[in-house]
């Protein structure tokens, strides 16, 4: 058989070139009589691998350090072609640590086997990406962690998709705390017998008022709200 070696050689030109040789040995009565071989300039190949490990180290790295939970799936249909279930091929460290699902556990796995409780809802949208291209962002509350999630999800490649997800559920929290208090600020402005007008100060030392309340309306036997966003001037 014969022997296949590379090498790497420096011209002197200064040139970095890689070179692969095939030699073959020749016998006649188990004696070598002659060495035979050709050598190939393999430089273009040998750079290009190398383009592509680096690359692909470059996008393991981002992948594995990324602050987004991220998992690539493969889609899964059904006889008529509707989305199915999903199968999960790869995860990053923080899918892992906001979805308290093992790497290990769930690779290879069916999403509808690890999870039951996910909504076709969600495979219908995961499937439109898959089939589409087309990404997407969704925002909905996970039951089995009891979490609000951001969920980016786009198709990197043949009947997969990508979900980069990110928990929102002290945004949300704050968001509804905030509306909340509203409500509860405005009930007491509304329920008060009091008139009261609420002025915002802007930077250019105007008066715009912002809200009123039925008390001061009734006093003023006009309709405030008419003068909503406008300035004491108007």
Same mark, same amino acid.
Do not use: F, G, V
């Given at each position: 058989a014969p022997a296949i070696e590379e090498y790497r050689l420096l011209t002197p030109s200064g040139v970095v070139k890689y070179v692969a040789t095939e030699g073959r040995q020749v016998h006649e009565?188990? #004696?070598?009589v002659k060495l035979t071989g050709i050598v190939q300039d393999i430089t273009d190949r040998k750079l290009a691998d190398q383009a592509l490990s680096n690359s692909e180290n470059k996008y393991s790295s981002i992948f594995e350090n990324i602050q987004e939970g991220v998992a690539l799936h493969e889609m899964v249909w059904d006889e008529e072609g509707k989305p199915l279930d999903f199968i999960w091929l790869d995860v990053n460290p923080k899918y892992e640590e906001i979805t308290q699902l093992k790497k290990a556990d769930i690779i290879g796995k069916r999403g509808l086997d690890v999870i039951p409780s996910i909504e =076709? $809802?969600?495979l219908d949208a995961y499937g439109e990406v898959t089939r589409t291209g087309k990404p997407i962002t969704l925002m909905d509350h996970s039951d089995y962690l009891d979490k609000y999630w951001e969920v980016k999800a786009f198709r990197p490649g043949p009947n997969t998709f990508a979900a980069a997800m990110t928990d929102v559920t002290e945004k949300v929290?704050? =968001?509804k705390a905030l509306l909340d208090s509203e409500k509860k600020y $405005?009930?007491?402005i509304e329920s008060t017998p009091l008139g009261i007008l609420l002025y915002t100060l802007q930077e250019n030392n105007d008066l715009i008022l912002t809200g009123t309340n039925q008390a001061a309306s009734?006093? #003023?036997?006009f309709d405030l709200t008419q003068l909503t966003g406008k300035t004491i001037e108007q």
């Open positions: 009565k188990d #004696l070598m =076709q $809802r969600w929290n704050a =968001q $405005r009930t007491i009734k006093m #003023l036997k």
